[in-house]
């Protein structure tokens, strides 16, 4: 990481656009109530902020059947009406997980249901190599290649599958590694990510740089500078920034970071979607580069639109 980027992720950002990816007690593994959030982003001129509770469709997963849309619906639409006047933006959206497996389930959701903008991500499922109580065992000894296959055909279906808006965390398996394998070789080693990379410019889903990453312990954002980087050598277009807080402590940290990681590519803006047509958001010109333009927020196809 570059010492200017590294000083960025020290602490929370502060006059951003956007914070697009957001937990709230709504999901299982938090416990902000939506209206801290919301004070913070008038504290620190956050913007807009995306409310993505997790969604999971595996019984054994501890989002399934955690909350309905109904009620995350009215906590957010409510939300977005108190904070209005205090100048924050508040859209409704969620983070699906994603798997071939329940591919359908996905679909039938998404077909019932209506949101502002959508993550579709890639966890370690209950029946992957990735479940902490095996995967050191799994992965040591077998090549870098084999060890994240299974990883990358789901991620790889999921940014092909035209469901969701963005694909979140896209190298989180970075995160179910540590200790195993190394962030540097997973960055030597970008072709190994190149079928998830091309599924989204062949798509036209965005990329989300999650500023997560830098709370973990390899400390880069998910997905890597590398891979960031290899996505728009392929025609990439679209990408976003999320913090995925799921602690108050968490909301809008690293983010600007995660701007830069998107700047230092050539990108200028974040591609999101209100629940209409997507839209591009600016970058704060002191995080942008001298690096290429984004073209057109709408060129490509946005598999929930």
Do not use: C, Q
């Not at 991500?121 to 799994?138: K, N």
């Not at 077998?142 to 279906?157: F, G, M, N, Q, S």
């Not at 590398?226 to 050598?233: D, G, N, Q």
């Not at 580069?289 to 057109?296: E, F, L, N, V």
């Amino acid at each position: 990481m570059s010492a200017e980027r590294l000083e960025a992720a020290a602490e929370p950002g502060r006059e951003l656009p956007l914070d697009s990816h957001l937990h709230t007690d709504l999901s299982p593994d938090s416990d902000v109530p939506i209206d801290v959030y919301a004070a913070l982003a008038v504290e620190r001129g956050i913007a807009e902020l995306a409310i993505t509770d997790h969604v999971d469709f595996d019984a054994r997963d501890p989002a399934y059947d955690f909350a309905s849309f109904a009620d995350r619906e009215r906590s957010v639409r409510d939300a977005a009406e108190r904070w209005a006047p205090r100048g924050v933006a508040i859209r409704f959206g969620a983070e699906l997980t994603y798997n071939r497996t329940w591919d359908a389930d996905v679909r039938a959701h998404l077909a019932r249901h209506s949101y502002d903008f959508t993550i579709g991500s890639v966890h370690d499922w209950p029946d992957s190599p990735y479940v902490p109580s095996r995967v050191r065992t799994w992965a040591t000894g077998r090549a870098l290649d084999e060890v994240l296959a299974p990883y990358v055909a789901e991620i790889a279906a999921a940014a092909g599958s035209g469901l969701f808006d963005t694909i979140g965390h896209l190298d989180v398996v970075r995160r179910y590694l540590h200790g195993t394998v190394s962030a540097p070789e997973i960055f030597g080693a970008v072709e190994l990510f190149e079928p998830a990379l091309r599924a989204l410019v062949d798509s036209g889903t965005a990329l989300e740089v999650n500023s997560s990453g830098y709370r973990h312990p390899d400390g880069e954002a998910y997905p890597g500078p590398p891979l960031v980087a290899r996505y728009r050598e392929l025609g990439g277009l679209a990408v976003t920034a999320g913090s995925d807080a799921h602690r108050k402590g968490h909301f809008a940290w690293a983010l600007e970071a995660g701007y830069r990681v998107l700047a230092e590519a050539g990108f200028t803006t974040l591609a999101f979607r209100r629940g209409g047509d997507r839209v591009a958001v600016e970058l704060p010109a002191r995080v942008r580069g001298p690096g290429p333009g984004m073209a057109s927020p709408n060129t490509g196809r946005v598999g929930s639109l």
